[in-house]
């Protein structure tokens, strides 16, 4: 209302333009939260799928996760909150269509009860604080938030544990590797990670025989020799415990990295044959608890994030803070 004259009850005006730009503003941003709901159910399927790349995933997952804290303090409507938390959560799942409608009933009903509870959470510190708790808030409501993606997407991986105890393409684990092989070459130079199996094993073997003084005294051509039985043997321990659950040979020429990923899922394998079912519930609890884990420094990042966000907002003019008076009811003791 832009202004009212009290001589003539009846003339009252109204800002249309402001609510309309309101309007506006708001559609955007939720319809953007709509968007990054979509995209990150999309490159969650496409990791699952098509190997999609690992850092996609984490990039639309954080994009995901700072417009959902941005909704926490802009809709104080509980219909329309809830409203978009549905339109978000039919984003996530829709990707997954062809999956059986059971599991998508039961993951996006998770998901739509973990998006709620983080909203009016983060919505209850914001109404019972004097100042806007930024960090208060937007760490309660991720917290939910998190805890609820991730269960959504270990439920949905479920179903893949029988082919892939992994659940991470070659690909995206040669990724990890080259990083952590940096990592290790920084406190060992002398091991071989980036080349092919065979070098690693012999690099192995090099380190180990180096501090034997019997091997310090044996010509070059005894050396060589005695190298190469020690990196045999290397191989055959490190091989022998997943060889026949391998997804594929690994020898001598195989990359240490394609070696290391054959090998870790064999073990899986052959641990899922002889647990059974005891094998998916305690898979299951492990990455759970692994995730989780990784979720509080996720949240950081993600708080990290939508503060950006939210002072170039406020910066910029599309949103801004104000003060309120309320009155209010209590009881008390006569």
Avoid at 198 to 223: T, W
Avoid at 264 to 280: D, H, K, R, V, Y
Wanted: neutral net charge; charged residues 10%.
């Amino acid at each position: 209302m832009a202004g009212r004259d009290l001589s003539s009850p009846s003339s009252i005006t109204f800002n249309q333009k402001r609510r309309r730009t309101e309007f506006y503003k708001s559609f955007a941003l939720d319809a953007l939260a709509v968007l990054a709901a979509a995209a990150f159910g999309f490159s969650y399927y496409g990791y699952l799928t098509k190997g999609y790349s690992v850092w996609l995933l984490l990039g639309t997952f954080l994009f995901f996760a700072a417009m959902f804290a941005l909704g926490v303090f802009l809709m104080e409507k509980t219909r329309y909150a809830i409203l978009v938390a549905f339109l978000e959560t039919a984003g996530v799942v829709g990707s997954f269509w062809r999956t059986d409608w059971h599991v998508i009933a039961v993951t996006g009903a998770v998901m739509f009860v973990f998006l709620v509870w983080g909203h009016f959470t983060g919505r209850g510190r914001l109404e019972n604080s004097i100042e806007v708790p930024f960090f208060g808030a937007t760490g309660t409501a991720l917290g939910k938030f998190t805890t609820g993606a991730l269960i959504f997407m270990i439920l949905i991986y479920v179903p893949k544990v029988s082919g892939n105890p992994l659940v991470i393409s070659s690909q995206n684990f040669g990724t990890f590797f080259d990083w952590a092989a940096g990592v290790v070459n920084d406190f060992y130079p002398s091991i071989s990670l980036h080349g092919t199996f065979g070098n690693f094993s012999e690099s192995i073997a090099q380190m180990e025989l180096a501090n034997n003084p019997n091997f310090q005294n044996l010509s070059p051509s005894e050396k060589t020799a005695a190298v190469a039985q020690q990196s045999k043997q290397f191989e055959a321990t490190f091989l022998g415990t997943a060889s026949s659950t391998a997804p594929a040979p690994v020898t001598a020429s195989s990359s240490a990295s394609d070696a290391f990923y054959n090998v870790l899922q064999g073990m899986m394998n052959a641990w899922q044959s002889e647990a059974g079912g005891w094998f998916l519930i305690g898979w299951i609890a492990v990455v759970f608890i692994a995730l989780r884990s990784v979720g509080v420094v996720f949240n950081w990042i993600a708080q990290f994030v939508m503060l950006m966000c939210y002072e170039l907002l406020l910066a910029t003019g599309f949103m801004k803070i104000h003060e309120e008076e309320h009155i209010r009811e209590v009881i008390s003791l006569t």
